[in-house]
């Protein structure tokens, strides 16, 4: 099965030909032109020019393109994906145009075709892009904590956003998730400080401050509690240069 270390983006033309094709990357695919024919075993979809369809890692796909097409095509490696949620979109999503996505898709054409196209900037607008496939895929209060994960989270709001009493939410929390509050919540910042950690070249403490904490030990802390490495060494375990 074929491997990628690094996050890579391409333009893609598919033959009409059915290919059964199978890898351990995760892609998001922005038609440009024409149609492609995609099933995944949950799915069967005919992915249309205002489309974009999002393969998780390790999911076997058939393909055929129906005549002239072009695609964009953005591969990502393992270490990008949060793999606790790839279990809630297992055979793929197709994500239906509203304004944001159409903004996405054009910022990031723009990006490409220019005469000085960032590799940083592509990043950037997908880890945006991948954070809003997540959060449609949440109940109403799981997504709260994802755009509030760096804040202190009340837990009497989230129980009211899903009008329950805080002693059901907790339990109703801990079903739809495998963990309690406050695990999710610091499993989620040591899932953005490793993103951060391997994308930017902010310091350990710029980092713990966007997830979060006030100092950089507190960040060190969590990070060894799940990863077994400081956030340092993490970092440089991955050696992989920051463009």
């Not at 999911?59 to 695609?71: P, S």
């Not at 989620?188 to 006030?214: C, F, H, M, P």
């Not at 507190?218 to 990863?227: C, D, G, I, K, N």
Request: aromatic residues 12%.
């Amino acid at each position: 099965m074929e491997n990628l270390k690094n996050f890579q983006f391409r333009y893609a033309v598919y033959d009409n030909a059915l290919n059964i094709h199978n890898h351990s990357y995760a892609q998001m695919l922005f038609p440009i032109e024409g149609n492609l024919y995609i099933e995944t075993g949950k799915q069967h979809i005919n992915l249309q020019a205002e489309d974009i369809f999002f393969l998780p890692p390790n999911c076997r796909h058939i393909f055929a393109a129906n005549g002239d097409n072009t695609f964009l095509v953005l591969d990502i490696p393992l270490y990008m994906i949060y793999k606790d949620d790839m279990n809630k979109i297992n055979g793929g999503i197709r994500i239906l145009p509203n304004e944001k996505w159409k903004a996405i898709k054009f910022l990031l054409l723009n990006e490409i075709n220019g005469e000085n196209a960032s590799h940083q900037s592509i990043l950037d607008l997908f880890r945006y892009s991948y954070n809003m496939l997540l959060l449609d895929t949440l109940p109403n209060s799981i997504r709260y904590i994802h755009e509030h994960f760096n804040e202190i989270i009340n837990l009497d709001i989230l129980a009211k956003i899903e009008n329950y009493s805080i002693a059901y939410y907790c339990e109703w929390f801990k079903k739809q998730t495998g963990v309690t509050l406050t695990n999710y919540i610091k499993k989620l910042r040591v899932s953005k400080a490793k993103d951060l950690l391997l994308n930017t070249n902010y310091s350990i403490l710029q980092i713990a401050q966007q997830v979060g904490y006030e100092h950089h030990s507190s960040l060190t802390r969590v990070f060894l509690e799940y990863e077994k490495l400081t956030p340092k060494e993490y970092r440089k375990s991955i050696q992989k240069p920051v463009k």
